[in-house]
């Protein structure tokens, strides 16, 4: 028979209370709406930190509709994209050399080719949709002058000028 009492090393581990989140932090960091837009599952935890951020742009101007949520989600990816092409390129470069060997009357001839990455067209491509996107959320400075001129000011005595 089993004497009673805990045993040296048994059970599991305890974690360090450095490493405990305060539910504070738990909260923050699980958040899963956003002035009314719901973060979508599938994202990566950069594009969810992209998208509580375009989330809370559009909350503070008052604009965080549910129905947002898509283009929201499909920004955050873009500017997730954006970061990781950038940072493929400030690591390798923008170019890269290909050398070919062709025969030419009978003789090897070597040739190079300086070429843009693929990355590059890649970065371009995502940062010209990013700017339609925030165009479409109407976020961009041109945009944000639309929205502006929507107001009406108070009427004072120099209207008629």
Do not use: Y
């Not at 719901?38 to 503070?60: E, N, T």
């Not at 945009?143 to 009406?152: Q, V």
């Amino acid at each position: 028979m089993a004497s009673g009492g805990p045993r040296p090393g048994a059970g599991r581990k305890r974690k360090s209370p450095a490493l405990a989140m305060t539910a504070a932090e738990r909260a923050r960091v699980m958040q899963p709406d956003v002035g009314g837009l719901i973060v979508p599952l599938h994202l990566s935890d950069l594009a969810q930190l992209h998208f509580r951020d375009i989330a809370g742009m559009l909350a503070q101007q008052g604009r965080a509709e549910p129905q947002f949520a898509q283009i929201v989600a499909l920004l955050a990816q873009r500017q997730e994209q954006i970061q990781r092409w950038q940072a493929v390129l400030e690591m390798t470069g923008d170019t890269c050399t290909s050398t070919t060997v062709r025969k030419v009357d009978g003789q090897q001839v070597v040739t190079e080719m300086i070429r843009a990455r693929p990355e590059v067209a890649m970065l371009s491509e995502a940062m010209r949709h990013a700017q339609s996107l925030l165009g479409e959320l109407m976020l961009s400075p041109s945009a944000a002058m639309k929205l502006a001129s929507g107001k009406k000011d108070a009427a004072n005595e120099f209207d008629d000028f």
